[in-house]
Every structure is written in C-alpha cells, then in structure tokens.
C-alpha cells in the first residue's frame, strides 16, 4: 500500500522543534470549506496572545482563484472567524480558527453555505434542534487502494469487520485512536466511533450539538481527521461508495430532534416531521450530496443497509429505510428520529438547514438548497 512522501519524515526531529517555547505568543490556523464543498483549506498566521473569544481573532484573506472560489482578475477573499476550537497539533496556546468566507464586496461567497443555514437556525432556536451525526470513511492508501487490503486482492467478505477487534479485522486503529483524543483536546462535540461494515471504514459521532454548532464541530472533526491521516500517510475518503461491488457505502446518518420531540408524547412530533419529510424526498436527496444526488445514487441502491434512493421509506429499528425510528424512542413515545440518507460526503449545513426548513418551518416544494459548484 503506498503512502505519502512525508509520513516517513522523522516525527521524532519534528518533535524538537514543538518543543520549543514560543512566548507569549499564539499561532492560529484559519480553516476554511473551499470551491468544491468537500474539500478543507487552511493557513496559519501569529497573533500577539492567545484569544480568549472569537472577537479577538481578526479577519484576514486569501486566494481565491486557487481554492475554485473566484477568478484571478479578483482573486481576494475574505476570512471571517465563526468559532475557534483548541489546536491538538501544535497545542495549547495555540488555535485552530473556523472561517467563513466573503468576497470582495463582503456578501457571502456561493460556497459559504453556513451563512444561510445559521440565519434559519436562529428562526428556530427556541425549538432547540439538536443534532448528531454519524460520520463513516474509509482509510485509503494514497495510490486509492483501502488500507490494509491485499494488493492484488479482496480481504474475506463483509460480516467479521463491524465492531470488530483483532489484526485480522479492524484495520488503521492507530489512525482513529489519534483522531478521537485530538477532538476531545480541540473540544469538538465527539461523542464516539467504531469500524463498520466494510474494512478500512469506520466511523465517528459528532454531537448532540445544537443549531449551527452541528456543522461546525463536524467540519473541524473532519480537518483533524484529514490532518491526523497526513502525519500516517494515508488518506480519508468521504466517498459515497469507495469500492464497487458487495461492499457497504458510507454515509452520513443524522439525528434529530426538537424540544417537543425530547419531552413526554414527543413521537407525534416525531411523526408528523416525518410525514413532512415524505412529501419532500426529492428535496432532500438533492440536499443530502454535493453533487445533487449524483454521489448517493452510486450508494442508496436498497441494498447494503440503505434504501433506494427512489422512494421514501421510514420504520422502527428499521436500517433499510429512508427515515429509522429507534426502537427505544418507539417503546418510550418520545425522543428523536434518524435520517439515514446524507452521504458521507455532504455538508453538515446543508443537512440540517433541509431538516429544519422542512420539519421546523414546514417548507414544501422540491426547490434545493445549492450547494457549491
């Protein structure tokens, strides 16, 4: 399995360099969701002190033209902090910084999907949506081989990996062991994680994290988890569908649930989001990848522990359909219900903003929320 030039670089001498003391000074890495939806940017700058809130941190730009946000003729963009986690690379005093981004004209850019979808959770914040997201990937070799297969080979068929333990079974736990205490110093809302159905895939838990906080933490979650892959060599992909053939896809499965839906008789809330969501399932497969249905399509086959990506489904304990109800939540009349259709691949804001302008603020019609392009 091949990995990247740099995971051979002696982190030991590295280490040296960490080690040395940095004053009363702070660095602070600006992240950012670039061009394609998908993918992460980031860049580092030096402030005086540590921030101690999110008014501390300044503004600051980059290139747009390199990240597919705006031409060369007017390339400047601007980088506008939203939430500030603690940095599990370089430590404390250090930061990593949550941007959203602007344009020259400072209105949001076509690809700052999280200024529309924090603009409809304060219409519902005395609802008080949580959120929980199950984020699955696969480790990959940087040839796009999955970590730990044969090379010129399939490992033994799926049934033996999911929870599993042993060398033969869970493979790259190294890899997710770094990523889950990295987010619990950063203090990202990771709530757990576990390997799945195929080998190489696993996944982690972000939440419950409320209104616009959900996307956030799950989208600095993934940076840490992009950066702790660097430092191994190896990489993680959010396809939908990494491997052809009798293999598990990966998705995104988000949890929901309001104050009403938390509290005694909560399940015809429940029900009664869900209807709404039935009439809206077009809606919602446009919204739930960032090509528009495109990537879930090669993923919600009805197979594979998905439903088809043509009809609308829902049940109790139910995990080949569109909508699961718990089966605790089923029994107690109350609590929050599992949407099972965003792909790995999507954006947090997207999902939650579709969820609640559906379920919330009862929106109908198939119009989607436009991702980037």
């Known amino acids: 399995m091949a990995t990247s030039a740099s995971a051979v670089l002696s982190k030991a001498v590295k280490q040296r360099y960490m080690e040395l003391p940095q004053g009363v000074k702070a660095q602070a890495m600006y992240l950012w969701v670039d061009g394609s939806g998908e993918g992460l940017r980031c860049k580092t700058r030096t402030l005086d002190c540590e921030p101690k809130t999110i008014d501390e941190l300044p503004e600051w730009n980059f290139d747009g033209s390199s990240t597919y946000q705006s031409e060369g003729s007017n390339s400047d963009m601007y980088l506008v902090p939203v939430a500030v986690f603690r940095d599990p690379f370089r430590r404390d005093p250090n930061k990593l910084v949550l941007c959203e981004v602007y344009k020259y004209n400072r209105k949001p850019a076509e690809t ?45 068929p799926q049934g033996p990996y999911y929870c599993g333990v042993g060398a033969d079974k869970a493979y790259g736990r190294d890899i997710v062991e770094a990523h889950y205490r990295a987010c619990l110093y950063a203090g990202v809302d990771i709530c757990g994680t576990n390997a799945e159905v195929m080998p190489a895939q696993w996944e982690f838990q972000v939440g419950p994290s409320e209104g616009i906080n959900m996307g956030d933490h799950l989208w600095v979650a993934r940076f840490i988890l992009h950066r702790v892959c660097e430092d191994f060599g190896v990489v993680a992909s959010f396809d939908p569908k990494p491997i052809t053939g009798n293999w598990n896809g990966a998705g995104c499965h988000t949890n929901f649930s309001t104050r009403e839906m938390r509290e005694e008789g909560g399940l015809t809330a429940i029900e009664d989001a869900i209807e709404r969501l039935s009439r809206r399932h077009t809606y919602h497969i446009r919204a739930y990848d960032p090509k528009g249905g495109l990537d879930n399509a090669r993923r919600l086959t009805g197979h594979h522990e998905t439903s088809s990506i043509h009809e609308f489904s829902a049940g109790v304990a139910n995990r080949g359909a569109s909508i699961r109800i718990p089966r605790a939540v089923g029994q107690e009349k109350k609590g929050y219900f599992e949407d099972r259709r965003p792909s790995a691949n999507c954006d947090p804001y997207v999902v939650t903003e579709a969820l609640v302008r559906t379920c919330l603020l009862k929106e109908e019609g198939d119009s989607p929320i436009e991702y980037s392009k």
């Open 112 to 156: 700052n999907l999280r200024h529309t979808c924090s603009a409809v959770m304060a219409r519902v914040e005395a609802q008080v949506p949580w959120f929980g997201m199950e984020q699955e990937y696969t480790l990959l070799g940087t040839d796009g081989h999955p970590f730990g297969w044969p090379s010129n080979g399939f490992p033994g």
